[in-house]
T-cell receptor, first 112, second 113 residues
C-alpha cells in the first residue's frame, strides 16, 4: 500500500526561527509532491509543489526533495505566528491516475 | 470565480437519518473530488469524477455512501442511513484536467448523534 508519512507533531518554534517539516513516501517512482497548509477550521490550500530533486524556493518557503531517500521537506524561514497551522504533505503516486495521497499532517505552532 | 462552494457548512443529525452534502465546483474544472477528514484517519479520498463520470469510488466506506454528479456544476454525497462514526469534515475539491493544483471548498462539518 502506498503511504505518505509525517510526524504529527505538534512542532513548536519561536518566532523568527526556521521551521522544518518532514515527509516520507513509499513509492520510489513517484514524481509529484505538494505541501498544503490548513488553518484550524479551514480547508487545505496549496503552498508549494516540487517535481525535481533539490530545492525550490518561494518567498520564506523552501521545499526540498530527495527521491533516492523518498523524502520531501518544507522549510519555513523567519517563522511568524501566522504560519501556525497544520501542514499536509501530498504525493501523486505512479499508477494513481494523478490523484493525491495525503499524509496525516504536522501541526506547527509559532510562538510569539 | 467564487471558488468551490459547499453546503451546508454544518449538519447535525440523528443516527439513521439521511444526509445530503452538496458541492459546486469551479467553472471549467473537469475533476471533482470528495474527501473526508477525521483526526484518526486524516484526509481520505472517497470518490472522484471526471467530466461528471465517477472514476474511482474505492474510498467510499460502504454502501451507505453514494455520490452523484448530474452535471458539470453540481455534485452530491449522500449518506443513508447515517451513523455516529460518519461524523467528520467532508471536503469537496476540484481541478482542471491539466493542472494538479486542487482547490478545496470550505467543507461540511457533519455530526451524527
Amino acid at each position: 500500500q502506498k503511504e505518505v508519512e509525517q510526524n504529527s507533531g505538534p512542532l513548536s518554534v519561536p518566532e523568527g526561527a526556521i521551521a522544518s517539516l518532514n515527509c516520507t513516501y513509499s513509492d520510489r517512482v513517484s514524481q509529484s509532491f505538494f505541501w498544503y497548509r490548513q488553518y484550524s477550521g479551514k480547508s487545505p490550500e496549496l503552498i508549494m509543489s516540487i517535481y525535481s530533486n533539490g530545492d525550490k524556493e518561494d518567498g520564506r518557503f523552501t521545499a526540498q526533495l530527495n527521491k533516492a531517500s523518498q523524502y520531501v521537506s518544507l522549510l519555513i524561514r523567519d517563522s511568524q505566528p501566522s504560519d501556525s497551522a497544520t501542514y499536509l504533505c501530498a504525493v501523486i503516486f505512479s499508477g494513481s491516475a494523478r490523484q493525491l495521497t495525503f499524509g496525516s499532517g504536522t501541526q506547527l505552532t509559532v510562538l510569539p | 470565480d467564487a471558488g468551490v462552494i459547499q453546503s451546508p457548512r454544518h449538519e447535525v443529525t440523528e443516527m439513521g437519518q439521511e444526509v445530503t452534502l452538496r458541492c459546486k465546483p469551479i467553472s471549467g474544472h473537469d475533476y471533482l473530488f470528495w474527501y473526508r477528514q477525521t483526526m484518526m484517519r486524516g484526509l481520505e479520498l472517497l470518490i472522484y469524477f471526471n467530466n461528471n463520470v465517477p472514476i474511482d469510488d474505492s474510498g467510499m466506506p460502504e454502501d451507505r455512501f453514494s455520490a452523484k454528479m448530474p452535471n458539470a456544476s453540481f455534485s452530491t454525497l449522500k449518506i443513508q442511513p447515517s451513523e455516529p462514526r460518519d461524523s467528520a469534515v467532508y471536503f469537496c475539491a476540484s481541478r482542471t484536467g491539466t493542472d494538479e493544483k486542487l482547490f478545496f471548498g470550505s467543507g461540511t462539518q457533519l455530526s451524527v448523534l
